[in-house]
């Protein structure tokens, strides 16, 4: 079965900085990764997706995320962290012979000013 | 930008009273979903929806859940009897087409309470 797992409820990091929100997978067969962000009181947006190709890739609002296939990780990084980078980011998989995204349990960023 | 749409943004109910979640997916898409996020929780799926009946249903989409494609723009879940643990973030989602490789757009939820 397809999972992910992020190991830090909390990321804190300082504007300007840069971030890395941490996630790792596992899957039978070809990985296809994802990641959204939650804004309060918001919906889930995407950011970026790795279907295959270039281990790194580029999203939407700066986000870029690196797969390393060894490591079996999908780490969600920015070069310059904003205070409106601050929310709730969720790492997921689509499953494959199946409809559902399977998202990880979220990891909150918090950018202070 | 095309997006997921869903009413009302937030509902409150009293336990057993049915309830009616709406969602207009973006217009070009095939696949529709449902998901649920209870406070402080995972997002935890609970239904696939393509051409006109469900694909796939978590162990979640029990009998007291429906969904249905009324017209040719709104995906509705329907609650028959809401009970307190029902109280949650729903979101809808839809997709250009079912594959793995494809991302799903969510709209902002709707959440619900049930009192």
């Known amino acids: 079965a397809q999972s992910v797992a992020q190991p830090e409820d909390q990321v804190n990091v300082a504007e300007g900085n840069p971030l890395t929100v941490k996630c790792t997978y596992s899957?039978?067969?070809?990985?296809?990764l994802f990641w959204y962000v939650q804004y309060p009181n918001r919906g889930l947006q995407f950011l970026l997706k790795?279907?295959?190709?270039?281990?790194l890739v580029k999203g939407s609002y700066g986000f870029e995320a690196e797969f390393n296939k060894s490591q079996t990780s999908f780490h969600l990084k920015k070069p310059s962290a904003l205070v409106s980078d601050s929310a709730l980011y969720f790492c997921?998989?689509?499953?494959?012979?199946?409809?559902?995204?399977?998202f990880g349990a979220g990891t909150r960023l918090f950018v202070k000013a | 930008e095309p997006e997921v749409t869903q009413t009302p943004s937030h509902q409150v109910t009293q336990m057993g009273q049915e309830v009616i979640l709406r969602c207009v997916p973006i217009s070009n898409h095939l696949y529709f979903y449902w998901y649920r996020q209870i406070l402080g929780q995972k997002v935890e799926f609970l239904v696939s929806?393509?051409?006109?009946?469900?694909?796939?249903k978590s162990e979640i989409f029990d009998d007291q859940f429906s969904v249905e494609r009324p017209d040719g723009s709104n995906f509705t879940l329907k609650i028959r009897s809401t009970k307190l643990e029902d109280s949650a973030m729903y979101f809808c989602?839809?997709?250009?087409?079912?594959?793995?490789?494809?991302?799903?757009?969510f709209g902002q939820g709707t959440r619900l309470t049930v009192v």
């Open positions: 899957v039978s067969g070809n990985p296809y």
């Open positions: 790795y279907i295959t190709g270039d281990n």
């Open positions: 997921a998989v689509r499953e494959t012979g199946g409809f559902k995204t399977i």
């Open positions: 989602a839809s997709s250009e087409r079912g594959g793995p490789n494809t991302e799903a757009f």
């Open positions: 929806f393509y051409n006109n009946e469900i694909s796939e």
